[in-house]
């Protein structure tokens, strides 16, 4: 064991530092491996998507199909949410101390295989360990793309170019829920939600292995802020590129710094306002509206897809007013609580405004997450990025799991007392409670940044 240990910490080991290049080959190479990075990490964490957040979308098939109850699904979805959310913690700090195109395409290979076991099964318990495997190893996504990012991009452009890739959880997770909706009209049956996902993330894995590339010293490039000439505020040359000890990255980096904790907080709730429309929103339009199949689908796609402008927009802003992150993600959270204000009193029938609220939370909502992490990341060293993103991950996660599990049994309780609709509002008024709450703490640290205007 403990050798193959030693094996594994060799092979996803950061490369070394290869030599330098000449000038004129620097210039020449280094827009082509930020395009590469950005491209990779952008296309490849899309595929995550694909085999993360398909259930949503045939859970009341499953329920029909295999008699499980909405608190039974609701386990599924939270025993994911805890595994996700303790998985993006520890291997974030494992990332930023791993290479990161090993460690991203090793994390989409497995997910994709346990996608096709998990179509391949009837039991709710082989579904509920699978499905928590997939939340650990899901895990493994998002740490290699924030190192990536960090090391390509340097600090001014944070906003924008985070912003660009962020973007990459609105279209994997928009294509996600038509994706499965379709896999099961063509071939029949829920279980091809996940076959046609996982051959989409077996072709994705060997994709990142084969474009993605660790760090621009990797490649015989020198560090981002010397290329751009962009230094962040108490940058020293000697420190900032070696790589921290697991006792840096998790305490003097994270566990320490109380703007840290409150961001972490904030995004506790603002997960529960984003992950309750993706995890419940077709079920909730199907049986309280009146949509199909594929009209669930299409609300995934429409909250998704929403806050791709939106989330590009005010990465930008966030630049361009010296890193305000936190007082746009705070603006952002009203038209968020309205919107599910909205959703609450609109009445069966009128399809097209759940529709348009739908648009409306994930145009704002995505710039909320985005914006958090990046102001996370600001406050840290681009060596911690993984570990800082990591935990306010955990956190939001936490707040999915919180959402999955105490949604599923508000239905399935206050339902069959009142029927459907009255289980629903209480999920509505909670949700908006939790609207509420992410923007009161982001409010309180409205004036957090990290460069002058």
């Known amino acids: 064991m403990t050798g193959l240990l030693a094996r594994l910490r060799r092979f996803y080991a950061p490369p070394t530092s290869a030599p330098r290049l000449p000038e004129p080959e620097v ?37 029909t199909s295999l008699l499980y109850s909405k608190s039974m699904i609701g386990d599924i979805l939270a ?6 959310g303790l998985s993006k913690f520890l291997m974030g700090s494992v990332s930023d101390r791993s290479d990161a195109r090993k460690f991203m395409a090793t994390g989409l290979l497995l997910s994709a295989i346990l996608n096709f076991a998990f179509g391949a099964s009837s039991d709710y318990y082989v579904h509920l360990s699978l499905w928590a495997l997939n939340g650990f190893v899901q895990g493994m996504g998002w740490p290699p793309c924030g190192r990536s990012m960090g090391h390509w991009f340097s600090e001014s452009e944070r906003g924008l170019t985070f912003s660009i890739w962020n973007v990459s959880h609105n279209v994997g997770g928009g294509v996600a829920g038509v994706l499965a909706a379709w896999a099961v009209m063509e071939f029949g049956g829920w279980r091809f939600a996940f076959y046609a996902p996982g051959t989409v993330a077996l072709v994705g894995a060997a994709y990142i292995f ?11 490039l020198p560090p981002i802020e010397e290329y751009r000439n962009d230094y962040p505020l108490g940058h020293n040359a000697e420190t900032d590129e070696v790589e921290l000890t697991f006792r840096e990255l998790f305490f003097d980096k994270v566990l320490l710094n109380k703007y840290v904790w409150v961001l972490a907080l904030a995004n506790f709730f603002a997960y529960i306002t984003r992950y309750s429309m993706l995890d419940w929103g077709p079920t909730y339009l199907r049986e309280v509206k009146g949509a199909s199949l594929g009209g669930g689908g299409l609300a995934i796609l429409a909250v998704e897809f929403g806050g791709i402008p939106s989330t590009i927009l005010l990465g930008w802003l966030s630049d361009s007013l010296g890193g305000r992150r936190c007082m746009i993600a705070a603006l952002c959270m009203i038209p968020v609580f309205g919107a599910f204000l909205a959703i609450l009193f609109t009445p069966p029938g009128y399809y097209w405004i759940d529709m348009l609220m739908l648009i409306t939370i994930g145009f704002f909502i995505y710039p909320v997450i985005n914006l958090i992490v990046i102001a996370a990341l600001d406050i840290v060293s681009k060596k911690a990025i993984g570990t800082a993103a990591g935990f306010i991950g955990l956190f939001g996660y936490a707040g999915r799991t919180v959402q999955a599990k105490g949604f599923g049994w508000a239905v399935d309780h206050y339902g069959a007392e009142g029927g459907a609709a009255a289980g629903w509002n209480v999920v509505l008024w909670s949700i908006l409670v939790c609207a509420a709450l992410a923007f009161l703490l982001l409010a309180a640290v409205w004036n957090l940044r990290t460069r002058p205007e």
């Open 27 to 63: 210039r020449a190479r280094y827009p082509v491996y930020r395009w590469r990075a950005m491209e990779a990490t952008f296309l490849g964490y899309a595929m995550y998507y694909l085999v993360r957040n398909n259930i949503g979308t045939v859970a009341k098939d499953m329920e």
């Open 79 to 84: 025993v994911t949410a805890i595994s996700y």
């Open 210 to 220: 084969l474009r993605l590339r660790d760090t621009p010293q990797s490649v015989g």
